[in-house]
């Protein structure tokens, strides 16, 4: 697509977005454009916004987890996928290439969730170290876990 073509099209979704801001598709396809652009980020601004006002829309999942895989945040590309999977039937084309693609990435997935693990266990530590003793210490946060994409 031209340079030019492409300002038009993101123009128009985002004109199409304030004029229907309750619309899912339309950030799904300027995501799209984005997403064809590089401009990952944005993509999944986008995406994620489209899921959050059709919790049940499937491209914007499916969408997101590749925009997540091009910026190497491979935990957030499982969990999408995963989400893509949770609303396909198991029997469908659709839903085969989605494990597909969420197989291969998985086990990088399982990697980062284990550096992540480590990097926080080494800021409790420091911060430990660096802290003296409470009574009630405040609860570590949740993180993502290599069972959470079995």
């Known amino acids: 697509m031209a340079d030019g073509a492409e300002n038009w099209s993101i123009a128009a979704y985002s004109r199409a977005i304030d004029t229907a801001p309750t619309d899912p598709t339309v950030r799904v396809q300027l995501g799209g454009v984005l997403y064809g652009q590089k ?14 006002l059709k919790p049940d829309y499937v491209n914007a999942y499916y969408n997101l987890a590749n925009a997540y895989t091009q910026t190497g945040n491979f935990v957030a590309a499982a969990q999408s996928y995963q989400s893509t999977l949770s609303l396909l039937p198991a029997e469908s084309e659709d839903y085969k290439k989605a494990m597909a693609e969420f197989e291969v990435i998985r086990p990088k997935a399982e990697e980062q969730a284990k550096q992540i693990q480590a ?18 210490p405040s609860p570590s946060p949740v993180s993502a876990t290599q069972e959470q994409f079995r």
């Open 39 to 52: 401009e990952y980020q944005q993509a999944i601004t986008l995406f994620t916004q489209a899921a959050q």
């Open 119 to 136: 990097e926080q266990q080494k800021q409790k530590e420091s911060a430990t170290q660096k802290q003296p003793a409470t009574a009630n």
